[in-house]
């Protein structure tokens, strides 16, 4: 079976040091799965990670960073897409603030706790460190949305959107990845999840957990998580909900990859 993210992360030291070009471990491992990036990239390798080398290699070379080519269009297509946009106007909308350096206008906005800053022509943080092409892509969609609306305070499901049947399936193989992993680690699942600035809230249902995360300002998630009862025969479950105004903002394929993004961070946590 092929090496994952989450396989590579749990090899990485996990400081977030940024001494390989990334901001974090997790953009790190992505690149190096998705990418064809060298793990020797990263100085503080453990031996794990060293002995997992040559495999990485093998895949890599079976072509798996041949998807950089793919993700290269895209970005340079959104790119191009939201050039023309008057990034003043939309920033309030979508929850950011505006800017401009030598000329340049900005956007600069909260993704997952980490302020980054959306030039039209590339996604930085603040350290200069460029955001990998996954998350600029997803960046680049939400501005595109120009969104404009408030949170509606009514929950709904991935199911209900509109043209979503034949991508459920997506969204069940992370919920279920992520209620596997957490089985039987409620309070891990609550310490990870503060440790994301998740709030807990109390909506009526009858979920050991109730979390809300703020990945982007105007896209909140609800993540519900029921501990697995092996008395009962009950396996643990999760369900992510998401605010009623989430289209005006996301489309489908943005979603998920925010969601996978959500469980991968709760994972690697
Ligand atoms: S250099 Fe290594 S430890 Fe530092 S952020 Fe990159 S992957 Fe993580």
New binding site residues.
Partial sequence: MALTVMEVLKT??????????????L???TRVIKEGEELS?????SEAAQAMAGEVESQQAAGVGRRRESIAIALETLQEKVAPLDFAGLAGGVGASYGELDGCPYVDLDYFGHRLRVFKDKVCYPEGVQANPWDAILLYNYLASQGKMDATGTWITFQTLPNSVSKTKTLKRLEGELAAHFAGKQPKLAEAAALLQAEPVGIAQDANLQLVFRPLPQVPVLLLFWEADPEEDFPAQVHYLFDGNVSDYLDLESLLFLVEQLSDRLMAA
Avoid at 41 to 45: E, S
Wanted: charged content about 15%; overall charge positive.
């Fill in positions: 990485l030291p996990r400081t977030n040091c940024g001494d390989c070009g990334q901001a974090t471990c953009a790190f491992a990239r990263c100085p503080h390798l």
